[in-house]
């Protein structure tokens, strides 16, 4: 059975960073592509970042470009989310996603993480 257990989320206040880090255990991480998707209070999941199996960066949430970025490290079977700049609004619980396609969509991803937190203050 694959897990993925995200770890690197707090408090942070605005303008600082955080980096997110997604371990996958019980599957052959490279052959997955890898999704973040956040979820604030009251809103819809949404794609953050993807990355696919080759390290190709196939899709980005138009809110976050420029300061976040997506990373994967095969041999370590991890997915990774830099997180600059941090603004108020980026506070939401981010989760890791994996699947056999990238996708923008949570629909698109088989296999999820329970989520970190990261809150923002002004």
């Known amino acids: 059975q694959v897990h993925l257990v995200e770890s690197g989320g707090g408090m942070m206040q605005a303008g600082g960073s955080l980096r997110l880090s997604c371990v996958v255990s019980?599957?052959?991480?490279?052959?997955?592509?890898m999704g973040w998707f956040r979820q604030a209070p009251g809103r819809e999941r949404e794609l953050v970042a993807a990355i696919s199996r080759s390290g190709d960066i196939l899709s980005r949430a138009d809110s976050v470009k420029g300061r976040f970025t997506i990373s994967r490290d095969n041999a370590k079977n991890t997915v990774y989310l830099r997180l600059n700049s941090l603004k108020p609004e980026d506070t939401a619980v981010y989760s890791c996603?994996?699947?056999?396609?990238?996708?923008?969509?949570?629909?698109?991803?088989?296999?999820w993480g329970q989520g970190t937190q990261v809150t923002v203050s002004s």
């Open positions: 019980g599957g052959t991480f490279s052959t997955y592509a």
């Open positions: 996603a994996a699947g056999l396609l990238t996708g923008t969509y949570p629909s698109d991803y088989d296999y």
